[in-house]
């Protein structure tokens, strides 16, 4: 069975946005984007929330069309429009959207057949409420978290309404020179 891996960038004191979905505060620099490219290629599908998808879609499908794309801009391209997309929303609408699926109901059972497809992994990118719902239903298998030497104070939690405890076993840890700490965690 494929694994259902979180990857997202959290605050210090554990957020992962401001109060307005601000992201402004994440660090990033070209080491971090080559890690996430190892990350990336144990991977064959990618499974955001509408918000997360639609700033994706936005920016990805061209970004190694433009001049000044990146190292990075142009194999994250790559990636992004050769992978399925699955996007759990209960508003996109799915007609003319490129290998993409939505999930708006039975969420445990929709990615419970996707993590028995073959394949490789599968990862939620940022998508906090969509993350919620998928720990909600006990889907996460591993969690990738990047945490930036910030404090927010106040904004959308990391996690939330987590009604039953989850053990986790640490599997690597990953310092970045800029100040972020990976921190890669799997279920018990």
Do not use: C
Not at 70 to 90: G, M, Q
Request: net charge positive.
């Amino acid at each position: 069975m494929r694994n259902l891996v979180f990857f997202m960038h959290s605050s210090l004191d554990g957020f992962a946005a401001g109060p307005n979905g601000e992201m402004d505060w994440i660090k990033i620099d070209e080491s971090l984007f080559e890690f996430v490219a190892t990350l990336t290629s144990k991977a064959d599908t990618a499974l955001y929330g509408r918000v997360t998808y639609q700033m994706m879609e936005a920016y990805w499908p061209q970004a190694d069309k433009k001049p000044n794309a990146t190292k990075h801009d142009i194999e994250h391209a790559a990636w992004y429009r050769n992978v399925p997309k699955v996007v759990l929303s209960r508003t996109l609408k799915e007609s003319g959207l490129t290998n993409t699926t939505v999930i708006r109901d039975q969420l445990a059972e929709k990615i419970n057949a996707i993590k028995r497809l073959p394949g490789k992994d599968i990862l939620i990118f940022g998508s906090p409420s969509a993350s919620h719902a998928l720990l909600d239903q006990g889907l996460i298998d591993e969690f990738w978290l990047f945490v930036n030497p910030v404090l927010l104070g106040q904004g959308k939690p990391l996690f939330k309404n987590i009604h039953e405890r989850m053990k986790l076993r640490l599997v690597e840890t990953k310092t970045f020179d800029f100040g972020v700490i990976a921190l890669h965690y799997a279920r018990v």
